[in-house]
């Protein structure tokens, strides 16, 4: 029953912003990491930022300096604010959500496309 539920994705184009929110409810035990990944046509699912429960962000070298990552515990969100974005920031984005239990959930993904 548990639900990820992402949300602020569409088109921009290069050098704009978005911000990207999940929002995780049902039978999920205990939150501890939270995360964004993305997958381009083509491409592998790679990591993009995750956080801990304490706000410690981790980020891919190539989105170092233009996307922060932060999350709000008690409303169970994590938020990724995407800044400078190019062309090759175009994919799916997936929230990941992993408990104490170290079960991973994931959302249904929301399409970001920079243009050129």
């Known amino acids: 029953q548990v639900q990820l539920v992402e949300s602020g994705g569409g088109l921009v184009q290069a050098g704009g912003s978005l911000r990207l929110s999940c929002a995780a409810s049902?039978?999920?035990?205990?939150?501890?990491?939270m995360g964004w990944y993305r997958q381009a046509p083509g491409k592998q699912r790679e990591l993009v930022a995750d956080?801990?429960?304490?706000?410690?962000?981790n980020y891919a070298e190539s989105v170092k300096g233009r996307f922060t990552i932060s999350r709000d515990n008690a409303k169970s969100l994590v938020y990724l604010q995407m800044n400078s974005l190019k062309p090759d920031d175009t994919a799916v984005y997936y929230c990941?959500?992993?408990?104490?239990?170290?079960?991973?959930?994931w959302g249904q993904g929301t399409q970001v496309t920079v243009s050129s």
């Open positions: 049902g039978s999920i035990f205990s939150i501890n990491v």
């Open positions: 990941k959500v992993q408990d104490w239990g170290s079960r991973a959930y």
């Open positions: 956080i801990s429960r304490y706000g410690d962000g």
